[in-house]
């Protein structure tokens, strides 16, 4: 009965194997991270740390999505319900893919090759990510998994049977865009693509159960989107929302995509909207919650005169050009040039090759029509992708988490395509067993690559947080938690949690200066909390408000800040047991 059980579900069984030796290697060499502060602060906002309570307002999730997480924190607020999720995600998303393509596999030998494999591949690509979550990474391995299930779908079936099989595609993808919208919106071309190479692959491309098949999965995405963005809107749909995310966006633009000016060459534009030498500093440092003035419209002033300045320092033919030759070698320069993707590229590159290959072998059709066929998949998967990368390299704004999410696209799209095209070559069990060994040595190759960098990322983290972690627990003591401190924001960037260890969800007693989160009503509430109005006054009048910055770091952007608005600062330096940090009490007089 037992031997009956495990062929039954052997497929399952071993894709829970496989994980499970990922999850307590993760957990036992490195332990689960939050990537970044920003993912730490989206986790206080979910966990009630923010502003006291959970709140369903995360700004940078949609709000389905982050209602239903804060409201698990309501019910167990001790839980670290944000980094479950996480978790649940990615390995949910990996577990999906491995599943099905055990399936495509007959012999028992060949499914414990391919999980080798895939284990070896998941370690060498993804493990930095496993240990240091980053949401975009899981709204993108989200949308890959959901690729890969409709690219492996079966032609075969029905309309109906062919819908209900992809349900869970839809799914997945509608949960992606509750997740990051922006990283779902710019793969969904991808994703496009692979339902033109999978409509492509049908015997009759324009009979009528294709129509159905296809445009229902299409509207069922389609549709999940617009509940979640309708959804979204209704819930910021207030005033204080609709500014505040219009203020969110501008900050985006001037931050992410422009270079703030330099006062002294462009004094002129600064004097026309307003913007002192010391308010533009605010800018420069992050710090421009310190000044309610600088609002929406002063931010759409001043990224709109950057990009008028970009564009007339390089024409477009120019950065294309540019763009192009960084664009070629990242996809194609190995691990000993500083601007390869590598190991990404070499796994896309082989992918490419090999479903090429494959594509030729398959005796269904005659030579020149699968060579054609395959050549336009795959053409206008590498015209698309080329396209999405060129507008990202323009620009300037490919971090890690968007390159990586890009290739791990393109690559369950490939392997999609590989699994089908084995199945039904002839003599599958050679040609698997041959790119599975290759795949499974690029496995290796990437392993011994990954680790040492998973490894030295966790140390510097670890000796990072060291500081920050002496510096909360200072905050946190008994005679300092009726105060407030307010942190210098390129003091605070380094900082990052575990997601299981130590995890208290009560409210925490200081911010950062500025942030994506700052003059929001989440963030008005939090300084409603202690009592605070604005920033800017409370640092000058309220004897239980504190500034704090790295030791060593300067001071003058603060005093001519204050003193541009006719007060005389004084910074009166707090002793503290915590190394590496200083604490200020301002005092002001004005100026006369």
Known sequence: MLRDFIKKYENCIGTCFLLLIVMVFTAVRYDYYFDLNDDVL?????????????????????????????????????????GLFLCVCHYGSLGLIIHRSLSFCSKRSMKVLLLLTEGLVMVGLLLPHLVSAQYTITCTMLVMAATFLFVTTDNGLSAKEFIIKNIPSVLLVFLAYLIRSEMCLLVLP??????????????????????????TVIGGILAGILVGQGSHMIAYGSDEWRTFTEYFDNR??????????EYAEHEAFYE????????????????????????????????????????????FMQKLK?????????????????????????????????????????????????????????????????????????????????????????????LGMLLLQLRVLKGQRKSGLMFGVVYFFLGILFVKYSIPGTDADVIQKAQNNIGYQQLYGYFERPENKGNFYFIDVY??????????????????????MGGWACKSPLYRKKLAAFGIDTMEEALVSMDNV???????????????????????????????????????????????
């Open 491 to 512: 003091s605070s960037v380094l900082y990052t949690e575990k997601m299981f260890e130590e995890v208290d969800n009560s409210l925490n007693n200081y911010d950062i």
């Open 42 to 82: 989206m986790k206080d906002i979910l966990a009630g740390v923010y502003t006291g309570e959970p709140e369903g307002h995360n700004i940078q999730m949609l709000w389905l999505i982050s209602a239903l997480i804060s409201a698990l924190y309501r019910i167990g607020g001790s839980l670290p319900w944000y």
């Open 322 to 414: 540019e763009s192009f030759g960084n664009y070629v070698r990242r996809t194609v320069y190995g691990p000993s040039h500083n601007e390869s993707d590598y190991p990404w590229n070499v796994i896309v590159l082989f992918s490419y090759v090999a479903v090429f290959v494959t594509a030729l072998c398959v005796d269904e059709k005659k030579f020149t029509a699968r060579f054609w066929q395959i050549c336009w998949k795959l053409w206008i998967l590498g015209a698309v992708r080329s396209v999405l990368w060129l507008w990202l390299i323009m620009r300037e704004r490919v971090p890690v988490r968007i390159s990586h999410s890009m290739y791990l696209m393109e690559l369950g799209i490939l």
């Open 546 to 592: 504190y500034y704090v910055q790295e030791a060593g770091a300067e001071t003058d952007w603060l005093v001519m800040y204050y003193a541009d608005r006719g007060r005389d600062v004084v910074l009166q330096r707090v002793e503290m047991p915590v190394a590496g940090f200083e604490l200020y009490r301002l005092t002001a007089q004005e100026i006369n």
């Open 252 to 261: 985006t633009e001037l931050y992410d995509f422009q270079e703030i000016p």
């Open 272 to 315: 026309s909207i307003g913007l002192a030498e010391s308010e533009r500093e605010l800018l420069e440092n992050y710090n421009f919650g310190l000044d309610e003035e600088i609002d929406e419209k002063l931010l759409l002033e001043v990224a709109e005169y950057a990009a008028a300045n970009r564009k007339q320092e390089a024409s």
């Open 190 to 215: 991808l994703v496009c693509v692979a339902g033109v190479i999978k409509w492509g692959s049908e015997e009759k491309i324009f009979a009528k159960a294709n129509w159905v098949k296809y445009l």
